[in-house]
């Protein structure tokens, strides 16, 4: 719903934690205690600000489930779609000035890498519309909310509340406590993570440059000496992943060496009920790992993940780890997207998707009808059923199941990756291994 993906608010999520402290201990090296103090300023902020923000952030998605109801209750009434109630209220909203658009270009010509007003006008147009927009779907829903009776009746963040509790009710349909906890439980869990991971990455790094010095004075050497000795000179094909894989090896060698502990306390990891439907896989079906990825055939780094992924897969049998690919192109920004997940679909129905699927990663720039027929013909396809498939409802149907999946689970970008049901938090070789490694040691 657009109304609601555009309501920008940073959100830190804390409602089971603690107050923080500047002087807690967050971790232990090498003889010397790091608390939030060595944190950057803005992370130091919010980790401190985890409980204030929390019922701050609590707030506003309580008034943006409201807004989702009033909504869908008068677009329900009206016999129209939610989009399409909302592009009524914002169509009224006036274009910026050619000044204004001016003036944005202007204030942004070293951002926009050299493209000229023409080719961005359109998005400062969007951009600018964007306040003024939101304003008039605010107005938009109050009405509604008198409307249609809407009446609050307990504070989402008032203590001791009951599942069954009634928060609110509009146009005679209930909020109970239980309901806004289940609905908003994946953006709740979101923000704690990411506190929590850029807490602990900011935490590692300084450490680890801390370590990286005391590790090069005791063998009386320079710290750069100590790090082309571990790393730069180690390296073979000297790309990315060889790096941080060289790196992070040598980091995990210092860690255990000057006895590394972290006190910071995770969020419980969030376990969704990912379904693998009946998409394209690979590896048993009774493997006990199972790796779904939601990609983007048009997004860049789902094109430079998917390889990275793909090596930490191939470490392992397909007796251990199943992997299988859902759909969840991003048509706002891509304009392919959907029309190369048709086309992967297609290749599917002919065996052939994971090898269309590397055609598409490495094509990005070509995703056009004529472009993606080219590449089935490369691949041997049939080319007439390949077309067939390219237009059918249901195939469109199964890729529109894939994106609807995706909502429920809290998707908003891609690539977004799971691994028995527990979201990997940052898409790398070392996390991906990370979590597989986790469940085979269950």
């Not at 993906?5 to 923080?20: E, M, R």
């Not at 693998?276 to 048009?298: C, L």
């Not at 993940?305 to 048509?331: G, I, K, M, N, W």
């Not at 469109?396 to 999946?405: G, L």
């Amino acid at each position: 719903m657009k109304f609601i993906a555009t309501c920008l608010f940073t959100f830190i999520f804390a409602v089971s934690v603690s107050a923080q402290t500047v002087t807690q201990i967050l971790a232990k090296a090498n003889g010397q205690n790091y608390t939030a103090a060595d944190l950057p300023a803005d992370l130091r902020e919010s980790y401190l600000k985890l409980a204030k923000n929390s019922l701050d952030a609590r707030r506003v998605l309580f008034n943006n489930q409201l807004a989702e109801i009033l909504l869908e209750t008068e677009a329900k009434v009206r016999k129209i779609s939610v989009d399409d109630l909302i592009k009524t209220v914002t169509s009224k909203v006036a274009n910026p000035t050619e000044k204004q658009i001016q003036d944005v270009y202007d204030k942004n010509r070293d951002a926009l890498g050299g493209r000229s007003l023409e080719q961005v006008r359109e998005q400062i147009i969007a951009f600018l519309r964007s306040d003024g927009e939101q304003r008039a779907l605010s107005v938009f829903v109050m009405s509604l909310g008198k409307k249609y009776k809407a009446l609050i009746f307990k504070d989402v963040n008032a203590r001791a509340l009951k599942p069954a509790d009634i928060l609110a009710t509009v146009n005679g349909r209930n909020i109970t406590a239980a309901a806004f906890e289940t609905k908003n439980r994946v953006a709740l869990y979101e923000q704690k993570a990411d506190v929590f991971d850029d807490v602990k990455l900011a935490l590692e790094e300084k450490i680890y440059d801390a370590l990286v010095v005391a590790e090069a004075k005791s063998q009386k050497i320079d710290a750069s000496d100590l790090i082309a000795r571990e790393i730069s000179d180690k390296l073979r094909d000297f790309t990315d992943d060889e790096r941080e894989s060289l790196e992070a090896d040598f980091r995990r060698k210092l860690f255990t060496k000057y006895n590394v502990q972290f006190f910071l306390k995770e969020p419980a990891p969030l376990v969704l009920p990912i379904s693998v439907d009946d998409d394209p896989s690979r590896g048993s079906a009774t493997a006990p790992v199972t790796v779904v990825m939601f990609s983007d055939f048009q997004c860049s780094v789902c094109a430079a993940t998917h390889p990275v992924l793909q090596r930490v897969l191939a470490e392992y049998t397909s007796e251990q780890v199943r992997f299988v690919v859902r759909d969840f192109p991003l048509e706002q920004i891509h304009e392919n997207a959907f029309l190369a997940a048709t086309a992967a679909n297609a290749a599917h129905k002919q065996g052939k998707f994971f090898e269309f699927t590397e055609v598409l990663y490495r094509n990005q720039n070509a995703l056009d009808k004529e472009s993606l027929k080219k590449y089935a013909t490369d691949l041997g396809l049939n080319l007439a059923q390949f077309e067939l498939d390219l237009q059918s409802a249901p195939n469109a149907a199964e890729i529109r199941k894939d994106m609807a999946d995706g909502e429920t689970y809290g998707i908003n970008g891609t690539p977004t990756i799971y691994v028995n049901g527990v979201k990997v938090r940052r898409n790398n070789a070392e996390y991906f291994r990370a979590a597989i490694d986790k469940v085979l040691k269950k």
